[in-house]
């Protein structure tokens, strides 16, 4: 089993930077491929990114390719989402989750996820 724990959310202005981070326990760690959602208030659950439980390949969801960047450090049992060229819209509370479904259903929804973490809420205003 896999307990995951967010931070790092905050108040930032449009057009600022902030990363997240997200620490997980257990030792099947570095197993599961981890993924970062977001959900604004009256919205459903949407994805952001993912990446395989070694590293490589991440995936972006539309609205954050190009200004988002998803890591992880197996070492040190995180994974972090650096955030850039924030625009309001970004607002949402963030969760990670893993999963180990195939890398191809990683952006299928939260569904394939088994392990969520309690979010972190990001706030970016205008």
């Known amino acids: 089993q896999v307990q995951l724990v967010e931070s790092g959310g905050g108040l930032v202005q449009a057009g600022g930077s902030l990363r997240l981070s997200c620490a997980a326990s257990?030792?099947?760690?570095?197993?599961?491929?981890v993924g970062w959602f977001r959900q604004a208030p009256g919205k459903e659950r949407e994805f952001v990114a993912a990446?395989?439980?070694?590293?490589?390949?991440?995936i972006y969801g539309d609205s954050v390719r190009g200004r988002f960047t998803i890591s992880r450090d197996n070492a040190k049992n995180m994974v972090y989402l650096q955030m850039s060229s924030l625009k309001p819209d970004d607002t949402a509370v963030y969760y990670c989750?893993?999963?180990?479904?195939?890398?191809?259903?990683?952006?299928?929804?939260?569904?394939?996820?088994?392990?969520w973490g309690q979010g972190t809420h990001l706030t970016v205003s205008s």
């Open positions: 257990g030792r099947t760690f570095r197993s599961y491929h």
């Open positions: 990446i395989s439980r070694s590293g490589n390949a991440p």
């Open positions: 989750a893993a999963t180990n479904v195939v890398l191809s259903a990683l952006r299928s929804g939260p569904d394939v996820y088994d392990y």
